[in-house]
Structures are given as C-alpha cells and as structure tokens.
Nanobody, 126 residues
Framework: QVQLVESGGGSVQPGGSLRISCTDS?????????IGWFRQAPGKEREEVAC????????DSVRSLKDRFSVSRDGVENSIYLHMKNLQGADTAVYYC??????????????????WGRGTQVTVSS
C-alpha cells in the first residue's frame, strides 16, 4: 500500500527558494509510479503544480509555474522533489504529492492520481 509522506516545508521569505520531498513511509518503491504535485491555499481549491513519470524522463508543470517550479526524482533515495524558486506570497499553501499509474508521459490533473500524502505547509512571508 502506497503511503506518501511530504517533507521539507516551512517558512521562506519572498524571493527565496525551497525544495520539498515526497517519499513512501512504508518502503514501497516509487519507481513504479508517476508522481504529481499539487497545492491548496487557504479558502481555495486544490490545484495542480507539476508531475514526473515513473522513469523520470518526462516532466510537466502548469504553465504559470513553469519558470519557477520544477520536479525531479532520485531512485536511490526513493524520493521525488519539487524545486521552487522566487517564491511569492501567492505560493503559500499546503503542498501534496500523489501517486498514479506509471507511463511514458504524465498529466497534472487530479484524476490521474489515486494515492495522496497528507501535505506539507509552505509559507512565504517577510
């Protein structure tokens, strides 16, 4: 059973950078899954951020975040990372990772993912 855990969230000043991580707490190898990143700001719907395929050769991000957010994975560490730079107040949210069926491409839509972590808080404030 996939049990995703996010970590690395925290407080950062505007313009700063942060890397958050996603792994499996039960030791399930995440190499078999596409992974998506999502976020939910207070009072707003959960929205897509980025995704990466099981093999790590294909990534995608929502257009508005492409120049600041990127995703990578490390098979040895069994972890997937969301790299965020030039963070702004509007990026304040709980960030979630989710696992879906593997494939040669990935999609950022929520409907493609069935296993979700509990999220990590990212706060951007001076």
């Amino acid at each position: 059973q996939v049990q995703l855990v996010e970590s690395g969230g925290g407080s950062v000043q505007p313009g700063g950078s942060l890397r958050i991580s996603c792994t499996d707490s039960g030791g399930v190898m995440l190499d078999y899954y596409n992974i998506g990143w999502f976020r939910q700001a207070p009072g707003k719907e959960r929205e897509e951020v980025a995704c990466i395929t099981s093999g790590g050769f294909y990534t995608d991000s929502v257009r508005s975040l492409k120049d600041r957010f990127s995703v990578s994975r490390d098979g040895v560490e069994n972890s997937i990372y969301l790299h965020m730079k030039n963070l702004q107040g509007a990026d304040t949210a709980v960030y979630y990772c989710a696992a879906g069926s593997r494939g040669s491409t990935c999609n950022v839509g929520r409907q493609y993912y069935s296993h979700w972590g509990r999220g990590t808080q990212v706060t951007v404030s001076s």
